[in-house]
């Protein structure tokens, strides 16, 4: 069979997607060096100083309007085209994290007790890149591009500090994407609609104090396990097999689909009249996690303890340790498209979709963001398994190939420019 497509033909809209890759091409080596510095210079959440200083400092270098001293050491890069055009937003995270075991290499962390552990650096050198990768593409935006550069990710407070302190006065996005570095290889991204990560909440289920306490308590212990639908000794709690082709969330017929989870250190706490019975709950969902209080208020409805019951809420007013976060969210229609559009201009194997939640408590506090603007977070692999580099965040071992820094400037660049222009 003979080619089916004319190669002869150009085709107006991969024109500038390959001057989006040569660009990359281009600035590659620049990139890789500004990543091992960040990396040698390792600074967490709240003290993102010299961090915020050099992005500052290099999207001004590009000729881009910076707002900066947002939420702490929040910095903004805003490069404007056509003012009637669509806004589309990039979130990075900055920090790195608190690590005591030290590191060793040409670009080891210099600062005691701190580590980029979590690929900050790489994600801020992406964004950097792609700033800079835009700007050369400014002829072909017909709107405006934000570049959002987060602190404080690790505690969790970052986003709403930047909210809290106007980010939305200044800019108006449509929609707003970001990504975070994970253990699949370099080369590849991924996304689903929905929870990327499962979703944990506290749950109180308040009774009235009287003599039947002990079998209330025990009545709705069992009522909450048997919330639980995975084993307690099965697959599902080795988080290697998240990555497994069978079983893993890249398979449609993942296990890590449709689940509820309950903590088993169910807690009780006595008040002046009432009795509470505590757990944590996690859940693959919304529509799961939002149905479990109205389903237990059924079973208790129809038991011997009906009359008993005050309330069942989910908050984490009673222990503090755990409270309530943000949980990723993407938007269903614009995350399939992200992923179509990534997939049509690199090719098949360059973006996925997932079909499961990852359930081991991992979180990220775009979440925030989310709850104002839709969008897409995405899973980009930084992995080279042959290299025996495994990019898992928070382990001791992490390792990045930085040729994942590339993929991430030229996918996501094009996806920005397909919205801009979208
Ligand atoms: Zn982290
Ligand atoms: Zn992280």
Known sequence: MGPLVNAQTPNPASSVHKAIQNHTNTIFDSLVAIRRDFHKHPETGGHEKRTAEFIEGYLKGLGLEVKSGIGGYGVVGILKGNPNGKKIAWRADIDAMPWDTPETGEFASTTDGV????????????????????????????????LIFQPSEENYHGAQDMIADGLFDLISPDEMYAAHISPMPAGLVASKPGYLYADYKQINISFEQNQEQDSIIAFTKDLLLKLQNVAPDGKFWDTQNLMDPNIGIGNPNTIFKDYTTISNNIKVEEEDKSITVIAFV?????????????????????????DDLIDIIYASKIFTYSPERGNIDNDGPLTTEAIETISGIYGASSAIPLYGAIPDGRGDDFAYFQQEIPGTYFLLGGSNFEK??????????FKVDENCIKTGVNYFSSLILERVNN
């Open 282 to 306: 996690s859940a693959s969902n919304k529509k799961r996690m939002d149905s479990i209080p109205e389903l237990l208020r059924q079973q208790i409805a129809k038991s011997k303890y009906a």
């Open 115 to 146: 580590r980029h552990i979590c690929g900050h650096d790489v994600h801020t050198t992406i964004a950097l890149g792609m700033a800079n990768v835009l700007v050369n593409q400014k002829e072909q935006l017909n709107g405006t591009v934000y």
């Open 388 to 397: 025996g580099i495994i990019a898992m965040p928070h382990s001791d071992s």
